[in-house]
């Protein structure tokens, strides 16, 4: 739920909660103000009707309501002397509703020419009901309208308020720490907001920074490895030379060497990998991928017989792709080498290419791989000689194109590369 | 032949200079870019092997002067700057050849004798061992005049074995040579031997006077039957 939302629902239960609260408040008030001036009007009118009693005895005659608003009867000056003057409400049949309809009645007594007279005043109430209904349909449109403008401002004015907030969002959604630092901010005057973008931009600078001088360390570590492996592998191979040398000497000195082969391999993957990240192969051409594809066959042919590993290729049409021609042959060979090397003794591979694809298909171990780890640095089945970065490398060499590059599983360990 | 070393790193200078004496050539070194600027001034060498990161100076600018006084020394840059931009650079500015570090010793000899063959030989001198005649240009071989049938790669091999000749190759190294560093993620080396196996035989039947010896373990060595 967006935060939009959430305000204007929590808004909602309590506006509602707010306005039944108050409406009861204001029913009792505003029927008190009703009762108040009701018996003002019927108090008024017993001054008027007392008033009329002096000089019109035809008042007197007025025993019942009838059509008129008040009725008098003679009492005992015994009931008139304790009688405590009261306003009451009762029901009185209307001719007009015909049903019994509330009234406001005022009781009262006065005293003419030595005569104690019982008067009882009415006039017609509010409807209870009928002002309740009332009452509660308005209170449901004012509640209803409060809703509705307070979503119109959340959509018009809150939105405009929120906009760097989910630019900022947005932007943070597609970053990537590999691709460098691209976030654009939206100006705001909203200070947390600002305070937000400001600690964001420093957050991922300092993230920049950091993944930048560990590829920096990475790079320097594998270039300056370099000179002591090429020492200590020429200072072996002149070892070995040595005519005075036993088997069991040549034995170690050959595993000895095998080792530092295998670390000057990895080193040159590393820099390999930096180098395609930073972006350092520049001049792209139209390279002509079945041709790579041949090209590697006939590299690989003595393993392949070695292994006796079938290769199939099948290119019915040709597929150019434009870009660094060196990458262009590692990306191939390295799937063409993961595809003989981690194939068992009498396997199959099978690389089809058309006009926008490239699949290697091997058998090999009759179980998938993780698809997750599967490109990840030093993460595939790394054993024996292979330095575990080869996958990296394809992928690191497709994410620079932008080529899309898929594992799937069916018998086959299938490699697709859409261009 | 007289060899220039321009290489900072003590022990990769040494290392060069024994293996390469070994070969019979007059090597010579110099450690940094102002010693290396004035023997390339005084002298004339037949190759010259350059560091490009020295101290005092860039070894592109070392291979620009040398290039402005029209010497006719081949110049392979040997470079632990595995970065395209050298090797563009180092082969613009007219550098012969490019080794990245490391590399194998059996390499550096392929590529001096290759630069010293097509600098000074002008490319024509064949490669003789007892009966045994390779022509570089041509890629073919003939065992006492007989022309010897081979394929693309055992050629490569049979040649790098030969350049080598007496020396150990290692199996690294000759993969590495002949089947390019895509090879060099490969399981084992052990498919060499099959290849080795059948240049062995095609020698001897046709009655070449050397023969490859396989050194326990490590490679593989060219020597007279």
């Known amino acids: 739920m967006k935060v939009l939302n959430y305000t204007t629902s929590y808004l909602a239960v309590v506006l509602l909660l707010l306005i039944s609260i108050w409406a009861t408040i204001?029913?009792?008030?505003?029927?008190?103000?009703?009762?108040?001036?009701?018996?003002?009007?019927?108090d008024n009118q017993k001054g008027l009707i007392i008033q009329k009693a002096a000089f019109d005895s035809t008042v007197f005659n007025r025993q019942q309501?009838?059509?008129?608003?008040?009725?008098?009867?003679?009492?005992?000056?015994?009931?008139?002397?304790?009688?405590?003057?009261?306003?009451?409400?009762?029901?009185?049949?209307?001719?007009?509703?015909?049903?019994?309809e509330p009234v406001r009645m005022l009781k009262t007594v006065f005293r003419h020419q030595n005569k104690y007279y019982g008067m009882q005043i009415i006039t017609s109430m509010v409807e209870e009901d009928d002002l309740i209904s009332e009452l509660f349909y308005a209170l449901l449109w004012l509640y209803g309208g409060l809703l509705i403008s307070i979503l119109m401002v959340n959509n018009f004015l809150l939105k405009r308020i929120w906009k760097p907030f989910y630019h900022l969002l947005n932007q943070l959604k597609n970053f990537r720490l590999e691709k460098g630092f691209n976030i654009t901010m939206e100006k705001t005057?909203?200070?947390?907001?600002?305070?937000?973008?400001?600690?964001?931009?420093?957050?991922?600078?300092?993230?920049?920074?950091?993944?930048?001088?560990?590829?920096?360390?990475?790079?320097?570590?594998?270039?300056?490895l370099q000179t002591p492996l090429a020492i200590s592998i020429n200072k072996l191979e002149a070892l070995a030379e040595s005519p005075t040398l036993t088997e069991k000497d040549l034995s170690l000195l050959g595993s000895t060497l095998q080792n530092l082969e295998r670390l000057t391999r990895l080193n040159k993957s590393l820099l390999l990998l930096s180098r395609i990240e930073n972006k350092q192969?520049?001049?792209?051409?139209?390279?002509?991928?079945?041709?790579?594809?041949?090209?590697?066959?006939?590299?690989?042919?003595?393993?392949?017989?070695?292994?006796?590993?079938?290769?199939?290729i099948n290119a019915p049409e040709t597929l150019i792709v434009n870009m660094n021609p060196d990458l262009a042959a590692i990306l191939v060979n390295n799937l063409v080498k993961n595809s003989i090397v981690h194939n068992g003794k009498g396997g199959l591979v099978h690389i089809m290419v058309n006009k926008q694809l490239l699949v290697i298909e091997n058998s090999g171990n009759k179980k998938p791989l993780d698809e997750k780890t599967l490109f990840t640095r030093f993460n595939a089945g790394t054993s024996g000689t292979s330095t575990g970065l080869g996958l990296a490398i394809v992928k690191a060499i497709a994410d620079l194109y932008h080529f899309s590059i898929r594992y799937t599983y069916a018998q086959k360990h299938t490699f697709t590369i859409y261009f | 032949m007289k060899i220039l070393i321009v290489e900072d790193e003590q022990d990769m200078r040494e290392g060069m200079v024994q293996s390469l004496e070994q070969e019979l050539y007059i090597v010579e070194t110099a450690a940094d870019?102002?010693?290396?600027?004035?023997?390339?001034?005084?002298?004339?060498?037949?190759?010259?092997?350059l560091d490009i990161g020295l101290p005092g100076g860039n070894g592109l600018d070392l291979l620009r002067a040398l290039k402005k006084e029209e010497k006719g020394s081949?110049?392979?840059i040997v470079s632990a700057k595995e970065s395209i931009d050298d090797k563009v650079m180092g082969l613009n500015e007219g550098a012969d050849d490019y080794l990245a570090k490391p590399f194998h010793m059996a390499e550096l000899h392929a590529r001096v004798k290759s630069v010293i063959r097509r600098k000074i030989q002008n490319g024509s001198t064949k490669i003789t061992v007892e009966n045994v005649v390779i022509d570089p240009d041509d890629r073919t071989v003939t065992i006492a005049g007989q022309p010897l049938d081979l394929n693309?790669?055992?050629?490569d091999i049979l040649a790098y074995l030969v350049t080598n000749r007496g020396r150990l190759v290692t199996k690294t190294a000759?993969?590495?040579?002949?089947?390019g560093d895509a090879i060099d993620e490969v399981g084992s080396f052990d498919f060499i031997y099959s290849q080795i196996k059948n240049l062995r035989k095609k020698l001897k039947d046709s009655g070449a006077q050397i023969e490859i010896q396989a050194v326990y373990g490590i490679g593989y060595k060219l020597s007279e039957a």
């Open chain 1, 26 to 42: 204001f029913y009792y008030a505003m029927l008190d103000e009703i009762y108040d001036s009701i018996d003002d009007g019927l």
């Open chain 1, 65 to 100: 309501f009838d059509e008129g608003d008040y009725a008098i009867q003679e009492m005992s000056a015994q009931g008139a002397l304790h009688f405590r003057e009261q306003y009451i409400d009762t029901l009185m049949y209307m001719q007009n509703e015909k049903e019994y």
């Open chain 1, 189 to 224: 005057n909203i200070d947390e907001f600002r305070l937000l973008q400001q600690t964001v931009q420093q957050l991922l600078q300092h993230n920049i920074d950091t993944y930048t001088s560990q590829k920096h360390f990475i790079e320097n570590a594998s270039h300056e």
């Open chain 1, 281 to 312: 192969f520049g001049q792209t051409e139209a390279v002509d991928m079945g041709a790579l594809v041949q090209k590697a066959a006939d590299d690989w042919a003595e393993q392949l017989v070695f292994y006796n590993i079938e290769l199939k």
């Open chain 2, 33 to 49: 870019y102002d010693s290396a600027l004035e023997k390339i001034g005084i002298y004339e060498y037949d190759c010259i092997l």
């Open chain 2, 74 to 76: 081949g110049v392979i």
């Open chain 2, 152 to 155: 693309r790669k055992e050629y």
């Open chain 2, 174 to 179: 000759l993969a590495e040579h002949v089947w």
